[in-house]
């Protein structure tokens, strides 16, 4: 059975500033996805950024980008100049066409941003 | 455009009573998912709907019951309420057979006394 573990349940960033939030997952799959998504205190679960395992270059969205290590089997998401707003639980994710697509989350981060 | 409703957002029931959690998309998605989040273990699945006329068990499916009514709605029903049922419960939808991300309704808070 696929894993995703997040080994860290608590960081913390002072506004402006990075931050990355570690994830790492085991398969024996060649074909598979990953997800981060954010959980704010509103509850509402929103995608933040998703890779192919078969891209070796690492997504980005606008802050948010990730480190690919497939090897490694790591999967890393970095936010740049962090905001208030980016205050949230975030989740780690995996899906595989062997697994229907079926998302395996991770444990979840807790993200405090300090102003 | 709505997205994923649930129904209802909070609810309090006693221990043997029962309940029917209401979920409905709008974006035409095939597959519908019904979630529980609990503290510290990330969110874990209790049934799905691959596509409309289908459901399957998923990790944590004892306790509940499952309806894909149509292809906008999927209810999730607990027959008779355990403590252990008290969790932040989440549906969600995505396309079929692919890697599209899950769309998240905005979770309903179920406390069972």
């Known amino acids: 059975a696929q894993t995703v573990t997040q080994s860290q349940p608590e960081m913390s960033v002072q506004e402006a500033e990075t931050v990355t939030l570690s994830c790492t997952y085991d398969?024996?799959?060649?074909?598979?996805?990953l997800f981060w998504y954010k959980q704010p205190p509103s509850r509402q679960m929103i995608l933040v950024i998703r890779?192919?395992?078969?891209?070796?270059q690492n997504a980005t969205e606008n802050r948010f980008s990730v480190n690919f290590q497939k090897a490694a089997k790591s999967f890393s998401l970095k936010i740049s100049d962090s905001q208030l707003g980016d205050a949230a639980m975030y989740f780690c994710?995996?899906?595989?066409?062997?697994?229907?697509?079926?998302?395996?989350f991770g444990r979840g981060t807790s993200l405090i941003v300090h102003p | 455009n709505a997205g994923v409703t649930q129904t209802p957002k909070f609810q309090v029931l006693k221990t043997g009573q029962s309940m029917t959690l209401q979920c409905a998309q709008d974006?035409?998605?095939?597959?519908m998912y019904w979630y529980r989040q609990d503290p510290g273990m990330g969110l874990r699945l209790i049934y799905y709907s691959a596509s409309e006329g289908t459901t399957d068990k998923g990790e944590v499916p004892n306790g509940y019951n499952v309806s894909r009514l149509n292809k906008r709605e999927f209810s999730l029903r607990l027959e008779s309420a355990a403590p252990s049922q008290t969790s932040v419960y989440f549906c969600a939808s995505s396309r079929q057979g692919n890697s599209y991300e899950q769309y998240f309704g905005p979770g309903t808070r179920l406390t069972v006394t």
């Open positions: 890779q192919e395992a078969y891209k070796q």
């Open positions: 994710a995996y899906s595989t066409p062997g697994g229907s697509y079926i998302p395996t």
């Open positions: 974006m035409n998605h095939n597959s």
């Open positions: 398969t024996s799959e060649s074909d598979y996805y």
